[in-house]
T-cell receptor
Framework: EIVMTQSPATLSVSPGERATLSCRAS??????LAWYQQKPGQAPRLLIY???TRATGIPARFSGSGSGTEFTLTISSLQSEDFAVYYC???????????FGGGTKVEIK | QLQLQESGPGLVKTSESLSLTCSVS??????????WGWIRQPPGQGLEWIGT???????YYNSSLKSRVTISVDTSKNQFSLNLNSVTAADTAVYYC?????????WGQGALITVSA
């Protein structure tokens, strides 16, 4: 099973600042990585797939990068609605072994 | 637009079976290339993939749950279902259904299932 590790667990950021979230895979997943945003009481929402492709309707301030084992989600200028928990998910082992990272909570500083 | 909605009992007794159904609207469950999956999230914790089904009935399961899980599809009702046997308190979670190609999109709103004696 491919283990996904996200860091930091919690990120404190002021509105308008940049947030950089990391996701590391225990072995290469190529570019088979997605990012999700989850707000309290809501289902996760797809932000990024293919490591860097924004899903439909996702603002340009969200960007993804990386390949292999190291990935980054960057939120260029945090808006109030961006404070949430973010998860990465690898699908290199599709369809048998889909795994998520433990999440990074982005909170208001 | 595609929408998914989970339905289930809310409360299940320890050692019994948990059954959930996901109803798909705004699109066909037989759409080529799309799979359908279940994910769960214990209170205050992260996400865990449970399993995936294709409209043909082909299934894939998380190895950690494989011995207790069955996912099935009913194309006539545009639904797919989850059955989890021998539940314990550790199975208490919000259960989500979702469409997937290999990533999950969109998701249902989720259904909280509590396992209690």
């Amino acid at each position: 099973e491919i283990v996904m590790t996200q860091s930091p667990a919690t990120l404190s950021v002021s509105p308008g600042e940049r947030a950089t979230l990391s996701c590391r895979a225990s072995q290469s997943v190529n570019s088979n990585l997605a990012w999700y945003q989850q707000k309290p009481g809501q289902a996760p929402r797809l932000l990024i797939y293919g490591a860097s492709t924004r899903a439909t309707g996702i603002p340009a301030r969200f960007s993804g990068s990386g390949s292999g084992t190291e990935f980054t989600l960057t939120i260029s200028s945090l808006q109030s609605e961006d404070f949430a928990v973010y998860y990465c998910q690898q699908y290199n082992d599709w369809p048998e072994g889909l795994t998520f990272g433990g999440g990074t909570k982005v909170e208001i500083k | 637009q595609l929408q998914l909605q989970e339905s289930g009992p809310g409360l299940v007794k320890t050692s019994e079976s948990l059954s959930l159904t996901c109803s798909v609207s705004g699109g066909s469950i037989t759409s080529n290339g799309y799979f359908w999956g279940w994910i769960r999230q214990p209170p205050g914790q992260g996400l865990e993939w449970i399993g995936t089904v294709y409209y043909s009935g082909t299934t894939y399961y998380n190895s950690s749950l494989k011995s207790r899980v069955t996912i099935s599809v009913d194309t006539s009702k545009n639904q797919f279902s989850l059955n989890l046997n021998s539940v314990t308190a550790a199975d208490t979670a919000v259960y989500y259904c979702a469409r997937l190609t290999s990533y999950f999109h969109p998701w249902g709103q989720g259904a909280l299932i509590t396992v209690s004696a």
